[in-house]
């Protein structure tokens, strides 16, 4: 089992940054690609970023990034830019099948923090 457990949300205008924390403790060194996916209010959940165990990411949008410390137990979100349209709940997930480039498909992960949240206004 890997638990996940995010960090770093908050309230912030338009225009500012938020840096996302997911912490991974468990059998965390199964985890092969680590994903923060987001859900508004009405709609859907949705892939923001991923990056695998080599460091390899994938992205929806330029102005989020990220990355994950040496020892691989943390992963970070770097929300800039951000813009009303981002508010969501933001969610790490952990998938530890191997894939060439690490997927924004929800379904591929089996394990998922409780969330924390994000609010941008106007």
């Known amino acids: 089992q890997v638990q996940l457990v995010e960090s770093g949300g908050g309230s912030v205008q338009a225009g500012g940054s938020l840096r996302l924390s997911c912490v991974a403790s468990?059998?965390?060194?199964?985890?092969?690609?680590m994903g923060w996916f987001r859900q508004a209010p009405g709609k859907e959940r949705e892939g923001v970023a991923t990056?695998?165990?080599?460091g390899t990411t994938n992205f929806r949008d330029g102005r989020f990034t990220i990355s994950q410390d040496s020892a691989k137990s943390t992963r970070y979100l770097q929300l800039n830019s951000l813009k009303p349209e981002d508010t969501a709940m933001y969610y790490c997930?952990?998938?530890?099948?191997?894939?060439?480039?690490?997927?924004?498909?929800?379904?591929?992960?089996?394990?998922w923090g409780q969330g924390t949240q994000v609010t941008v206004s106007s």
């Open positions: 997930a952990a998938a530890t099948w191997w894939y060439a480039t690490c997927p924004l498909d929800l379904n591929s992960y089996h394990y």
């Open positions: 468990g059998y965390s060194g199964s985890i092969r690609c």
């Open positions: 990056i695998r165990s080599d």
